[in-house]
Every structure is written in C-alpha cells, then in structure tokens.
C-alpha cells in the first residue's frame, strides 16, 4: 500500500521536476554542437525562479481566458504526466491513460493556450495562434493513428498496457512499429514546437509559433507557461521512449524495480535529448508552407504502419 | 536463422524502399540500396545455411562483391565526379507519393494477389510484403525525374524479385544467378556510361530534359 502510494507520488512529480532538466540538457548539447560553451543544464530552473520571482504586467485588455491559461496549461501537463508510463508499466489507471483521453487532454491546453495568444489583441499572438492551431489541427491525424497503431498491436488503448507489452521486445511487429515511431517523432517535434516546426530560441516574426503565443506573459504566469512547454516535452519523450522502446519499465511496484525503471527513462530522456540536439543543430527551420507535407507524411506513415500490421 | 530475424531483413528492404522514395540526397539513395542489398545477401546465406548448397554461398558472396560493394562504389564515384549531391525531384510531391504506397501495399495485401502469396501458406504475410516492394520499386522508376534514381529503382526491383523468390521457397540456383549478377554488372557499367553522357550532354540527369531531343 505505501509503495503505491510513493510509486502514485513520484508518478506525479516525476515530470514537472525533470522537465526543466531535459530543456537544459537539450540546450547544453546544443551549444556543445555549435562549439559553444553553453549554460548550465540547470539553467531552465534558475529562470523559473527567477521568473516566479518577479512582477507581470497585465494587458487592460486581457480578460479572465489570459490569466486562466497558465494554470490550465499547466495543470493540463501536469494530469497528463501523471497518466502516462513513466518509469513503470504496472501502474494502474484505467481512467486517464486512454490514448483519445491523452490527445484530447493535450489539445484542450493548446486551445487555451491558442485562445490566449490572440485575447489581448496583440497582433504577434493572433499570428502565432493561427499558426498553432493550423499545425495542432494536421499533427492530431498523425498523433492519434501513431497512437492507434501501437493500440492495435497490443489489442488495447490504455498507455500503460500497451507499454507492458512483451511482442514488441520479442521481434515481432517491427515494420508497423518503426514506421509508427517516425511518424510519431514527427509529431514530438510539431507538438513541442521544436526544429523544423519552430524554433524554440528565437523570437523573430517571421519564425515564431510558441514563442508569439506568450509573447504578452511576463513573471509568474510566463513561468508556468515555460514550466507547461518544458513538461510537455518531457510527455512526449517519455510516450517516444515507453510505448515504442517498451523496455526497462518496472512491471512490479518493488523498490528496486521502481528505481532502475528510473534509471532506465532518465538514460531513454539523454537519447531523445541528444537525438533533438543533432537534429536541431543539422537541420534548418522549413517555412511554414513546408510543414503540412511534413505532417502528412507523419500521418500516411502510420497508415501504410497500420495496413502493415494486418 | 530464426523465421523472426528473416522477417526482419524483408522488413529493413521495405523499410529502404519508403526512404528510397522520400529521401532527396543521391548518397542517401545509394547507402539505402548498399543496406537493403547487404538483407539480400544475408537472406542468401541464410538459405546456404538451410540447404548446404554450396552454389548458394557463392551466389551470396558474389551479391556481396557486386551489389554491395561494386554498385554502390559505381555511383558513388558518378555522384562525386558531377557533384550530384541532390536528386532531380519526383512527379508527385512526397505526400501524394506516400498515399501511393498506401494504396500499392493494400493491393498487394488484398485478395487480388493472393493465388501468388499464398505458394507457401506459411509465408503468406511475407510475400505480400515482398510484393508490395516490388510494387513499390515500379513506382519508383517511374516516379522519378532523375536517371540515377531510375537506375537504383531497377536494381531495387531486382532485390526485390530475389526476396519474394527466396520467401516462396524457389529454387536457387547457381547458373541462373550468376547470369542475373553478370546482367547487373554489364548493366552497371552500360548505366554509369549512359549517366555520364546524359550528364556531359545536358548538365543534369533529369529524365525530362531528353525531350529536347524530340526537337
């Protein structure tokens, strides 16, 4: 009963306090890609601090959707973290760890989040919620049937029981499987709006998505924003990592079982860290008008995934 | 070898001929076919392990030396010499060439095929999936502009033929490989020469280019 308890705890804090690390780790191995020296993988929490320290300014203008969106932002990432396998496969949660539960849940924070960058009227975050809401509209197809795929393999739609799922390990599947995974890891760079969807470190007009959408937040409330896209990379990473690489999750609630699926998925999280790193220190940014090919190759890619799988 | 791991190697041939389709660097093109030449070569040994034929070890090291070592080193050589480092585009754009490929593997899954899939009943899964690369390798010669990709179009249908004839259990044997491999090799060189001239001639080796010799 107290190793669920503790297994429920850490499920739940897992990705709001490792989701600033990832950023941090990525970025590090970024500057390292571009023969910089880079800041500290610590960093990103020192400016959540830092931010959550500070005054904001409120637009006159904004109404009661702009102060609400970081805490359903965030509350959204939140939820969804603790839903989804992390570190064990044996959890379970038979309510929330639904696939269409996890793609509906993600996109009611990207509807607020949309909703918010164009409530103050700024021209920056109407662009920037335009164009979120165009590439949240084509990566849905791609994320659902990517998701779909690995729920047809394994003959159910909860999270955790596809990841508990031994035929992948064993061989079997492989084609439906590695075509799911590159059409999801599609879909990871879309949704976290990451190289070539976006570029997370910029804040040009001509480029920005994410980045124009929170333009107008300022101290505690840019926080949790930040704190909310940090998180949702690290939901993305750990779907990637545990329902397409199912291997090193605890199948049982024992210490130490618990503690090397830690070990497992923090050493799954450096991959995937450094896998976006050479990514986004190869690979320019596509212009906008680029990117639905993109999501559609995601999408038909889990098709032909599906097809093959019969 | 475990029917699991023989799975596999057809899987990676198909997995190359989806890159094949989208990827735009001529290199790129050329490493996929040296992979999904190298699954070929090892399918062969497999099959020399299962018979003891061995003719099928020969074969196989010829493969080896010819489609994976000397082809790849033909074109490689061609791609440096003109510096053709990207490939002249498709007909259709990626996604309407994706759709394609969906609708080629549910004809050669369907029913339509299934008299020839179903020589070996065990296999049936199998040879749809070595249908649908040769299916796939068609369409890849004819959705391509460029003669390179064009030329390993054709030398990824004939991997692809091998494969579907290693899975249906054909016979095979020595004589007829070596002359498909000696056809490869003349054809290899005639292809190189035919480039390099299309090339020196109209200073790309986009196929639509030759039209100018209608006027």
């Known amino acids: 009963m107290i190793t669920n308890i503790i ?53 006159k203008d904004a109404s009661w959707i702009f102060r609400c969106a970081p805490y359903i932002v965030f509350t959204v990432t939140i939820v969804v973290g603790a839903s989804i396998p992390l570190f064990a496969s044996s959890i379970n949660n038979t309510i929330t760890s639904d696939l269409l539960v996890i793609v509906y849940t993600l996109a009611i924070g990207t509807f607020f ?12 975050g109407g662009f920037g919620s335009s164009r979120e809401m165009t590439m949240s509209a084509l990566a849905e197809g791609g994320f659902i049937f990517s998701l779909l795929t690995m729920a047809l393999i394994s003959n159910s ?43 997370p470190s910029t804040h040009l007009e001509l480029t920005m998505i994410h980045e124009a959408m929170i333009l107008e937040y300022s101290g505690k409330k840019l926080a949790l924003m930040e704190w909310a896209s940090a998180n949702k990379l690290l939901i993305f990473i750990a779907i990637a990592s545990n ?32 896998v976006i790193a050479i990514l986004e220190s190869s690979i320019a940014k596509f212009r906008f008008f680029r990117l639905p090919d993109l999501l559609i190759i995601a999408f038909i890619l889990n098709v032909i995934a599906i097809i093959l799988i019969y | 070898m475990n029917i699991l791991f023989l799975q596999f190697l057809l899987q990676v041939i198909f997995l190359t001929i989806v890159f094949l389709h989208i990827s735009k660097k001529n290199f790129d093109a050329i490493w996929a076919y040296g992979i999904q030449s190298f699954a070929i070569t090892i399918l062969l040994l497999n099959s020399f392990f299962e018979t003891g034929n061995i003719s099928l070890l020969f074969v196989a090291l010829l493969v080896l030396i010819v489609k994976v070592v000397l082809a790849p080193r033909f074109f490689a050589r061609l791609i440096k010499k003109n510096e053709l480092i990207f490939s002249v585009s498709t007909y259709l754009n990626i996604p309407i060439t994706l759709i394609v490929i969906v609708l080629l593997c549910a004809i050669a899954f369907s029913g ?58 054909l016979e095979q044997s020595l004589s007829l490989q070596i002359g498909i491999l000696f056809d490869i090799s003349v054809w290899l060189i005639i292809a190189t020469v035919f480039m390099s001239m299309m090339y020196t001639h109209f200073g790309s080796l986009d196929v639509t280019d030759m039209k100018k010799l209608k006027d």
């Not at chain 1, 990705?15 to 590090?28: D, E, H, S």
């Not at chain 1, 739609?157 to 031994?166: A, D, E, G």
């Not at chain 1, 992948?168 to 590159?182: D, E, K, M, N, P």
């Open chain 1, 7 to 59: 297994t429920w705890i850490l499920q739940l804090i897992f990705v709001p306090i490792m989701a600033p690390l990832c950023v941090g780790i990525t970025r590090k191995l970024k500057a390292k890609f571009q023969n910089r020296k880079g800041a500290s993988i610590f960093q990103p929490y020192q400016d959540l601090q830092k931010l959550f320290g500070k005054d904001e300014i409120i637009s």
């Open chain 2, 112 to 169: 339509i095929f299934e008299p020839l899939t179903s020589i070996i009943s065990s296999n049936q899964g199998l040879l749809s999936l070595a249908l649908s690369t040769m299916f796939l390798s068609l369409f890849l010669i004819i959705n391509r502009k460029s003669a390179l990709s064009q030329i390993v179009g054709i030398l990824s249908l004939e991997n692809s033929i091998v494969a579907f004839a290693i899975f249906a259990g």
């Open chain 1, 113 to 124: 989040l949309a909703l918010a960058g164009i409530d103050t009227g700024s021209a920056f």
């Open chain 1, 157 to 199: 739609t909860n999270l955790f029981m596809i990841s508990q799922n031994s035929l992948l390990l064993q061989g079997h599947f492989f084609l439906s499987t590695a075509l799911a995974f590159c059409g999801f890891f599609i879909i990871v760079l879309a949704e976290t709006a990451r190289f070539p969807f976006d570029n």
């Open chain 1, 243 to 274: 329902l397409f690489f199912p291997f090193g999750l605890a199948q049982d609630l024992s210490a130490s079982a618990i503690i090397l699926g830690i070990i497992v998925f923090t050493i799954k999280i450096g991959i995937f860290c450094l």
